[in-house]
């Protein structure tokens, strides 16, 4: 094999081991590569509690009628306002029964663990909240670190829902 070759290979792998572990790979559309997303289910969740909600057009319902929330199709958040916290998102989750007159502070806890890399959080206290095309619903602002593969986990009341989005910058 001739040299050039074996100082290019040598050239590469000394590269490749200065890449830092938890750099960010996006494909040609700017989304976080590999990551795996949670699609609609076949059929699609459709709540069943009764209330009729619109569901805005690229998104799609996810969860059990125990907890669910509403997610884009294409399942990344993208240009999302940033602070010196990270990437701010406001989360809406409902569940079957919950009425936002009777628990205006509801005991929801979420929380992101990234995928890709090493970084996690946890939001802070929910909030309720009431629209005629949604019914009742839940709402926490999360400040997601870093961009990337994110699992995001909601609980409330013994139940919990995993989800998994992109988060590109």
Not at 144 to 165: A, D, H
């Amino acid at each position: 094999m001739p040299r050039w070759i074996y100082a290019l290979l040598i050239a590469l792998v000394t590269l490749a081991l200065r890449m830092p572990a938890a750099q960010t790979v996006l494909d040609t559309a700017g989304r976080v590569a590999a990551c795996p997303v949670t699609q609609p289910g076949d059929p699609p969740y459709m709540p069943a509690d009764g209330v009729v909600r619109m569901l805005p057009e690229g998104m799609f319902w996810h969860g059990t009628d125990a907890l669910w929330t509403m997610l884009p199709l294409d399942a990344t958040w993208i240009d999302l306002p940033q602070t010196a916290s990270g990437y701010t998102q406001k989360l809406v989750w409902w569940r079957e029964g919950y009425n936002f007159q009777d628990e205006q502070r509801p005991d929801l806890a979420v929380t992101g663990r990234r995928l890709d890399a090493d970084a996690s959080f946890a939001a802070g206290a929910a909030t309720n909240g009431y629209h005629p095309d949604y019914g009742s619903f839940m709402l926490v602002g999360v400040d997601i670190p870093t961009p990337g593969c994110w699992e995001i986990t909601g609980r409330y009341r013994g139940e919990s829902l995993s989800y998994v989005i992109r988060v590109a910058p």
